[in-house]
């Protein structure tokens, strides 16, 4: 009897009461978890590594993971190439601007989607949609001349009024997350709200904006990101901005430019280039761990609402 106790026992850890709290389960859950990890960490891993190598720890095959030294000079030489503090205060101000400019308008429009009836909205919807399907090398032989006509070329309004307008980076995608939302709230809590003789304005401010912040979160920080990391667009319509990772695509010629042919440090190597990519992330990386409580809570209330 005892026996047959341990056995049950045994099989019910092993495969658990429905399987999925089970320790096979549980081994290959997290099996596949470590794997994917591993696969997105990796990048990371290998920069940060090789970017506190020294030059005899890169040029030796027997040291991978574990340099011998920790070489601090290649960090020193990269902040002084990308000019680090002037350039994080220039980029930060620039994806401020149009982050918050894509966030408002997308919140706009898609409240005018989700609440407001009029004429061919299937049709603005489907091409709003589409606007994230056309690549923007195919947008841009039209928006170029314009900008050119408008003088807007080599000025920050070259990014910031597309984002106002809802054609930014991916906007469709922070549209149609706003508009998902704001069809899940009742409609009868705007209802109510116009009786009590409150403004379209009125309801859309204190009403269903406050019920949006979720969505705000995850659309300012996914714009972040995008804007923080794009290059084409800012080096085609904005070449006066100098971000950092447009500053890092010149990183070479920049170094050689600081370090001339004939001084000590003039040879560049892979340590000090890592060094300059992990400076250009790092504030993105800052961002995420600082905000990365609300950002996945936001996650699952915007998931849980929209469905």
Do not use: C, H
């Not at 709230?185 to 912040?213: C, H, T």
Request: aromatic share 16%; proline share 4%.
């Amino acid at each position: 009897m005892k026996l047959k106790l341990n056995k049950t026992k045994i099989k019910r850890l092993i495969y658990g009461m429905n399987f999925t709290d089970g320790l096979i389960y549980k081994i290959f859950l997290y099996l596949l978890l470590i794997t994917f990890s591993y696969i997105y960490l990796y990048p990371l891993l290998y920069m940060g590594v090789t970017s506190i190598m020294g030059v005899d720890d890169l040029i030796n095959q027997g040291v991978n993971w574990v340099p011998t030294s920790f070489e601090t000079t290649n960090f020193r030489r990269a902040i002084e190439v990308l000019n680090l503090g002037s350039a994080i205060f220039s980029t930060t101000g620039y994806v401020l601007q149009v982050s918050i400019a894509a966030t408002v308008s997308s919140a706009l429009i898609g409240y005018g989607f989700a609440r407001y009836e009029f004429p061919l909205k299937k049709t603005f919807f489907v091409l709003m949609l589409t606007t994230f399907i056309l690549p923007p090398q195919l947008l841009m032989v039209a928006q170029a001349p314009l900008f050119n006509q408008l003088g807007l070329i080599n000025t920050i309004w070259s990014m910031v009024l597309p984002a106002l307008f809802g054609q930014g980076i991916n906007q469709a995608i922070f549209i149609l997350i706003f508009y998902q939302f704001f069809r899940s709230i009742p409609s009868v809590l705007n209802e109510s709200a116009e009786i009590d003789g409150a403004s379209q304005f009125k309801v859309f401010y204190k009403i269903n904006l406050p019920l949006a912040v979720p969505s705000i979160v995850i659309v300012f920080l996914f714009a972040f990101v995008w804007y923080w990391n794009d290059t084409f667009m800012v080096s085609l319509y904005a070449r006066s901005i100098d971000t950092l990772p447009i500053m890092l695509q010149r990183f070479r010629s920049s170094y050689e430019t600081l370090y001339p042919s004939g001084s000590d440090a003039s040879t560049i190597n892979e340590g000090i280039i890592m060094a300059g990519n992990v400076l250009t992330i790092l504030p993105l990386l800052v961002l995420y761990f600082v905000g990365q409580r609300q950002f996945t809570q936001s996650i699952d209330k915007t998931g849980i609402t929209g469905e």
